[in-house]
């Protein structure tokens, strides 16, 4: 048995009080000598209190380290009563104090003063017995502290050598414990054994875990040591090995790399410039380790260099009649674009070298400018590539990224040319109106170059950096409006406006090309259903309003979709479907459109106008209404600015004519009049409802009636000329729609019949005018009170010099 020092309790049996100082992340065994530094002022007063009387205190581990001011519920309920042996303390206020641990102690209860905590416990002597098992059980603890050790590499040989020597088992034990790296509650629960043998046992199976682990973690360590040796042998060896080959002549992969793209720059056939510019890089590459970030961006650039179709090219097939073919079989009518292909390859057929046309097809949508590149392609026997333009705004996207930037490349157009493989494509710019503008540049200024003749055969992109020759690049550029595309742009291409179709284009275009390709579409035969041309024609006129033919084929292909599903649901793929105009009620419901609208009396006051939209042409109607006032002229219908000072022209020019028209002098200062173009919720503008206005209010002025089976459209001057309109081919499709008979028609406007279809102009009669007078007398029913002249000079007056914009 361990005898007590003299200066403790002799008697365990009865509890004695002591200082308590709380301890983190340590465990302290009896013969234990530690140093400590201790800062809380509880702990310091704990050990002055010590100091002053028998130097002993009980020393208490913490369950949590981070409590500052551990209550008992925050401390383990065994420790050991240990003795200050020195104590210093240091300039920062901490505590440096040498402890000795005598023997364990339990803890009965805690007393917390203002200064420290003191403690009553009992002193737990331990509990020794002399047999084969322990001393078996010391020998191999000995031996694996002794591996332990070993493996450790903390733990110096001396101190092996000096534990070995103790022969009391627990002094043997706490003093091998207080050694290991374990958890603390491991040392706790080894503290708190009183019995030895027990205590051996648990500390024999703790080291021989500890001693599992440090052999796995030698083993891993030893693994990636011969991991690391092996990855640096092999790289020696590489070395090596390319010294090897170096010395032999012999290339490594990389230097296969460089012979290839030597190669490729051999049989690219580049121009001099870029043959010039590829070969200094390629010099750069083969002083680059071919793993930098720079070498990537040196390859990458001669790649695009190399695979541009520098003189590769298809030949032109110089067959007008087939030619001719072609653009017939893929789309109906458009004389003019079919002429100037045709005119271009018959050239092409002459000269052999010709610049490529930069053509600009504009017109409403669904009228096949897009198919058209794809098909005047095909007729020429080129490649075709298109890019939609629709939406980008950054120059970049044209012209290309400089190499400096990460991911760099080439603009639209060079990567095309790439794509397609060859350097005279037919190359479509779609939608070239619908380009915007924002801080990285316009790209409409970028196309400048690309579509000018006599500068794009020296066409520079960014990421190049050598110029390319697009001189023979067939370019079609498509576009909805005019206006939206900038005047420089305008200038450099070739405009060939496509107007809209007429009801018996639709017809034919349904007939041939929409209805086969949507029975295909919806696995329907041709001898299945049959389409009457009242059909078709029903469809056009009151369930679309559109100058191509995209909500023609929707609604075709509405109607199959609901025949395929009667097909289905009867089981019957023989039966035959006849579709007819009732039919066509039946399968898309109401009609949406109103077709043939025109009043049939006439009336005072309310005249046929024709405008022009996107989709087409409409007809506009007028209406004037007198009402009393004091001379206010009242606008509605949601006009624009020109509509709004058209109608001020057409008063003042009735205002001039008031003696002709029969009217009081002062008339207008004892009326309001009230002019009003319905539908006014869409917005209208431009001058070409002028005469309209005029005829209006010469009407409504005068109670006389206007024909209803007329319209008219022209811009009017104050001295009541009438000037030329544009969109005449969609007025008149818009004025034979609505089931009108007459048109009157700026004088100026003759010239653009040719262009209106013989059928239009078979089925009306169209009557140029050059003056106002002209038209009131062709539109009123009936005859003023004075007859018309034009040479009273108080309110008639010709300017002595005229100007038209």
């Excluded at 084969?132 to 694996?144: D, F, H, I, W, Y």
């Excluded at 414990?177 to 509650?185: D, E, G, K, R, S």
């Excluded at 002098?665 to 006014?680: A, L, T, W």
């Excluded at 009669?765 to 005859?783: F, K, T, W």
Aim: with cysteine; aromatic share 6%.
């Amino acid at each position: 048995m361990t005898e007590l020092p003299e200066d403790l309790l002799p008697e365990t049996a009865h509890p004695a009080t002591f200082p308590v100082l709380p301890l983190r992340d340590i465990v302290i065994f009896p013969h234990m000598v530690t140093p400590l530094f201790v800062g809380r002022p509880r702990s310091i007063h704990a050990l002055e209190w010590a100091m002053e009387h028998d130097k002993n205190v009980l020393l208490v581990t913490q369950k949590d380290p981070k409590t500052d001011d551990p209550l008992t519920e925050d401390m383990y309920d065994m420790g050991t009563l240990g003795q200050v042996v020195q104590m210093l303390k240091l300039p920062d206020g901490t505590v440096k104090v040498l402890i000795e641990g005598k023997v364990r102690a339990r803890l009965l209860d805690l007393d917390y003063t203002d200064e420290c905590i003191f403690a009553s416990l009992q002193q737990l002597p331990d509990q020794e017995s002399d047999s084969p098992e322990q001393e078996a059980l010391m020998r191999s603890v000995n031996n694996t502290f002794e591996s332990y050790a070993n493996l450790s590499k903390k733990i110096p040989a001396e101190m092996v050598t000096s534990i070995a020597g103790i022969e009391e088992p627990g002094r043997f034990a706490d003093t091998i414990v207080a050694h290991l790296t374990v958890p603390i509650a491991d040392k706790q629960d080894i503290l708190e054994e009183m019995n030895s043998l027990l205590r051996l046992e648990k500390l024999l199976a703790l080291m021989e875990r500890e001693v599992e682990i440090l052999q796995i973690e030698k083993k891993i360590r030893n693994r990636v040591k011969s991991q690391m040796e092996r990855s640096q042998k092999e790289y020696y060896l590489n070395e090596q090995m390319r010294a090897i080959q170096k010395e032999l002549g012999e290339k490594d992969e990389f230097k296969q790399e460089l012979r290839e793209l030597e190669e490729k720059i051999e049989k690219a056939r580049m121009s001099k410039e870029a043959t010039e510019k590829a070969t200094a890089e390629l010099r750069k590459l083969k002083m680059m380790s071919p793993m930098s970030a720079e070498a990537t961006v040196v390859r990458n650039y001669i790649d695009w260099l190399v695979s541009l179709p520098w003189k590769k090219g298809t030949k032109d097939q110089i067959d007008l009649d087939r030619a001719e073919e072609i653009l017939e079989e893929d789309h109906y009518g458009l004389e003019k674009v079919k002429e100037r292909i045709l005119e271009y390859l018959a050239v092409q057929a002459l000269v052999k070298k010709i610049k490529g046309p930069i053509l600009c097809l504009v017109g409403p949508p669904g009228v096949g400018k897009t198919s058209l590149g794809r098909s005047v392609a095909r007729a020429m026997g080129r490649k075709f590539i298109r890019v939609s333009l629709g939406g980008v705004r950054d120059e970049a996207e044209i012209r290309g990224h400089r190499r400096t930037y990460i991911g760099a490349m080439p603009g639209k157009v060079i990567q095309g040319l790439r794509k397609v493989g060859m350097r005279n494509p037919v190359f479509l710019l779609d939608e070239v109106d619908k380009m915007s503008t924002d801080f990285r540049g316009d790209p409409s200024s970028a196309l400048l170059e690309v579509l000018d003749p006599e500068q794009n055969n020296t066409f520079g992109d960014h990421f190049l950096d050598v110029d390319y020759d697009l001189s023979s690049v067939m370019f079609i550029a498509t576009a909805n409006t005019l206006p939206a595309i900038p005047g420089p742009l305008r200038d450099r291409m070739e405009v060939i406006r496509i107007e809209g179709y007429t009801e018996e284009e639709k017809v034919h275009i349904a007939e041939r090309y929409l209805l086969p390709k949507q029975l295909q579409t919806h696995g329907l035969k041709a001898a299945q259903v049959k389409f009457s041309s009242a059909a078709l024609l029903e469809i056009i006129r009151r369930y679309t309003r559109e100058a191509g033919v995209r909500s023609l084929e929707r609604e075709i292909a509405n109607v199959l979709r609901k025949i395929a599903r009667d097909v289905v649901k009867a089981g019957q793929s023989g039966k035959r479907f006849q579709v007819g105009a009732q039919q066509i009620r039946k399968y898309l419901g109401v009609p949406r459109f109103t077709f043939g609208v025109r009043e049939e009396e006439h009336r005072i006051g309310l005249v046929n106008g024709l405008a022009w939209t996107e989709v087409g042409g409409e007809l506009l109607n007028v209406e004037v209404t007198i009402l009393p006032g004091q001379g206010k002229l009242t606008v509605t219908g949601k006009l624009g600015e020109v509509m709004r000072e058209s109608a001020q022209a057409a008063l003042s020019y009735v205002r001039s004519r008031w003696l002709e028209l029969g009217l009081e002098k002062e008339f207008y200062n004892r009326i309001e009049i009230h002019i009003h173009v319905p539908e006014g919720a869409i917005p209208k503008d431009g001058p070409s409802a002028g005469i309209t206005m005029a005829t209006a209010l010469a009407s409504a002025l005068t109670g006389l009636a206007v024909y209803q089976d007329l319209a008219m459209t022209g811009e009017i001057t104050l001295r009541g000329r009438v000037l030329a309109i544009g969109g005449l081919k969609e007025k008149l499709l818009a004025a034979k729609r609505a089931g009108i008979h007459r048109v009157l028609i700026p004088k100026e406007n003759e010239k653009n019949l040719e262009e209106v279809p013989m059928t239009i102009r078979r089925s009306l009669q169209i009557i140029p005018v050059a003056h106002m007078d002209e038209v009131l007398d062709e539109a009123i029913l009936g005859s003023f009170p004075v007859p018309v002249s034009t040479d009273n000079a108080d309110y008639a007056r010709e300017p002595e010099k005229s100007v038209h914009h």
